[in-house]
């Protein structure tokens, strides 16, 4: 008997609630301290900023850190520290948030990707000596879904070459590298702490620098280049942005900062039990692709899944629409980069780099933060289970 291209997904029992692939979880002392400093007066950059830099610099192994409206000024900022601009060459992946790649085209360089490393996900160290040339000036690696890159084999590489690196952790906060916090050591290490991130102000980022006249660099470039001296003294010698935190977003930061080891327990523990359930024999024989199994290095950002797409009768997209009938969320990470409009006119083509290419149509991210629960994790993968064995290939 032949299974229908498209069964009907079953309709949502009135007891489950929706499940977005995503959730903040922001506690009642941490809303009533912002509603506290909404009374201050005090809204834009001011005390609550500086206390959150002060925390984030000792979570940093002390190192400077300058909060910013976003994990993605913070990298251009950097680039920009870095004297990287028109003529220059910035390696990186092609399979991140078009945002890693954009900030190289505001400062005037050049992207210049890399293929992915199809186990990790993130960029292929073993390729990146290849790709570098007299115009390479820095590379920006991505810790995707949490787990970091090989910080030696970085580092090491960015060493004999004379590169500047921009680390593009804005999914790696409460990662780490052999025991170190990412952010503790290295160059430059670019935090996001957007609500769908470990920890959140809401929007916001936050960047770590190497020393204080990086540190004074960056406030400049921060709000539109100006240096203040005295009551009076305004000076401006670059050209700077509008890019400074509010205290309001501040004061959601140092809340959910205490949070962030709990945070992340919680995610391991929610990664481990979807390992249990793909590991069982009905499951596995799919050919669901899983990620890597690091329970030691990895914040567990998201959990996805590389689809089968060879063995399936529907398209991701399709079998996303019947995920969320089924009131389950998920989300893509990412369409690989170099395949969008813009950089195709900067050169990009199909085939230029596979594995990313593979993982950017059939990557699919399930539903992972703190609140859910074991019984959130069987229904998710239940319910995919149920539609890959209803939508195998005869």
Same mark, same amino acid.
């Given at each position: 008997?032949?299974?229908?291209?498209?069964?009907?997904?079953?309709?949502?029992?009135?007891?489950?609630?929706?499940?977005?692939?995503?959730?903040?979880?922001?506690?009642?002392?941490?809303?009533?301290?912002?509603?506290?400093?909404?009374?201050?007066?005090?809204?834009?950059?001011?005390?609550?900023?500086?206390?959150?830099?002060?925390?984030?610099?000792?979570?940093?192994?002390?190192?400077?850190?300058?909060?910013?409206?976003?994990?993605?000024?913070?990298?251009?900022?950097?680039?920009?520290?870095?004297?990287?601009?028109?003529?220059?060459?910035?390696?990186?992946?092609?399979?991140?948030?078009?945002?890693?790649?954009?900030?190289?085209?505001?400062?005037?360089?050049?992207?210049?990707?890399?293929?992915?490393?199809?186990?990790?996900?993130?960029?292929?160290?073993?390729?990146?000596?290849?790709?570098?040339?007299?115009?390479?000036?820095?590379?920006?690696?991505?810790?995707?879904?949490?787990?970091?890159?090989?910080?030696?084999?970085?580092?090491?590489?960015?060493?004999?070459?004379?590169?500047?690196?921009?680390?593009?952790?804005?999914?790696?906060?409460?990662?780490?590298?052999?025991?170190?916090?990412?952010?503790?050591?290295?160059?430059?290490?670019?935090?996001?702490?957007?609500?769908?991130?470990?920890?959140?102000?809401?929007?916001?980022?936050?960047?770590?620098?190497?020393?204080?006249?990086?540190?004074?660099?960056?406030?400049?470039?921060?709000?539109?280049?100006?240096?203040?001296?005295?009551?009076?003294?305004?000076?401006?010698?670059?050209?700077?942005?509008?890019?400074?935190?509010?205290?309001? @977003?501040? *004061?959601?930061? !140092?809340?959910?900062?205490?949070?962030? /080891?709990?945070?992340? &327990?919680?995610? #391991?523990?929610? =990664?481990?039990?979807?390992?249990?359930?793909?590991?069982?024999?009905?499951?596995?024989?799919?050919?669901?692709?899983?990620?890597?199994?690091?329970?030691?290095?990895?914040?567990?950002?998201?959990?996805?899944?590389?689809?089968?797409?060879?063995?399936?009768?529907?398209?991701?997209?399709?079998?996303?629409?019947?995920?969320?009938?089924?009131?389950?969320?998920?989300?893509?990470?990412?369409?690989?980069?170099?395949?969008?409009?813009?950089?195709?006119?900067?050169?990009?083509?199909?085939?230029?780099?596979?594995?990313?290419?593979? @993982?950017? *149509?059939?990557? !699919?991210?399930?539903?992972?933060?703190? /609140?859910?629960?074991? &019984?959130?994790? #069987?229904?998710? =993968?239940?319910?995919?289970?149920?539609?890959?064995?209803?939508?195998?290939?005869?």
């Amino acid at each position: 008997m032949s299974v229908p291209a498209n069964p009907p997904a079953a309709p949502v029992p009135a007891a489950l609630p929706y499940l977005p692939f995503t959730r903040p979880t922001i506690d009642e002392e941490t809303i009533a301290g912002v509603a506290g400093v909404l009374r201050s007066g005090w809204l834009t950059s001011g005390p609550q900023v500086k206390a959150l830099e002060a925390k984030l610099s000792a979570h940093c192994g002390g190192r400077p850190v300058r909060a910013f409206n976003s994990g993605t000024c913070t990298m251009e900022i950097a680039l920009r520290i870095a004297g990287v601009g028109p003529g220059h060459e910035v390696i990186t992946t092609p399979l991140s948030w078009v945002a890693t790649s954009n900030v190289i085209l505001e400062v005037g360089a050049r992207p210049v990707f890399v293929d992915i490393d199809p186990v990790t996900r993130n960029l292929d160290l073993e390729r990146v000596a290849a790709a570098i040339t007299p115009a390479t000036r820095a590379v920006i690696p991505v810790d995707l879904a949490g787990l970091p890159v090989d910080r030696d084999r970085l580092y090491a590489i960015a060493k004999q070459h004379g590169l500047r690196v921009v680390e593009d952790a804005a999914q790696s906060f409460g990662s780490n590298w052999q025991g170190k916090p990412i952010g503790s050591f290295g160059d430059f290490a670019s935090f996001s702490f957007h609500p769908n991130k470990n920890v959140t102000t809401i929007e916001g980022g936050a960047l770590v620098l190497n020393d204080e006249r990086e540190a004074k660099l960056a406030e400049q470039y921060r709000l539109q280049g100006v240096v203040r001296t005295g009551f009076d003294g305004m000076e401006v010698d670059l050209v700077g942005g509008k890019f400074n935190l509010t205290d309001v @977003a501040a *004061r959601v930061g !140092l809340g959910q900062l205490p949070h962030l /080891a709990e945070f992340n &327990a919680k995610r #391991r523990e929610l =990664a481990r039990a979807y390992f249990e359930e793909f590991a069982a024999p009905a499951a596995a024989a799919l050919g669901l692709g899983l990620p890597v199994a690091d329970f030691t290095q990895s914040n567990w950002h998201m959990f996805q899944v590389l689809l089968p797409a060879e063995r399936l009768t529907l398209k991701r997209a399709e079998l996303m629409a019947q995920m969320h009938d089924a009131g389950i969320g998920t989300g893509v990470h990412y369409p690989a980069i170099h395949l969008f409009a813009l950089y195709r006119r900067l050169g990009g083509k199909d085939g230029d780099f596979p594995h990313a290419e593979y @993982a950017g *149509r059939n990557l !699919l991210t399930l539903p992972l933060f703190p /609140a859910m629960t074991r &019984a959130d994790v #069987r229904r998710v =993968a239940t319910t995919l289970t149920a539609l890959l064995r209803a939508h195998q290939r005869p």
